[in-house]
């Protein structure tokens, strides 16, 4: 069957992003969560020499990353 498909090809077109996508863009970067993530391959501010990710800062300010998508029903008042 695979023989009898068409090949696959893509195409990337790079384009300017409106300003309400830049603004949205943005403010997304912006957010404690992503910073964790962006961020996390630099030195701790803590001055210990360890990466931010594996040392002051493994989760987000309220504990959990991306709290509109967090479904945790658990105890644990880190989690919820």
Known sequence: LAEQLPTKTDNIVFCEMSEFQLRAYRRLLAAPDV???VRGDE???CGSGSLRAQCCHKIAPDGVLWRQLHCCQCD???CN
């Open 76 to 78: 644990d008042p880190d």
């Open 35 to 37: 910073q964790l993530l």
């Open 43 to 45: 030195e701790c501010d």
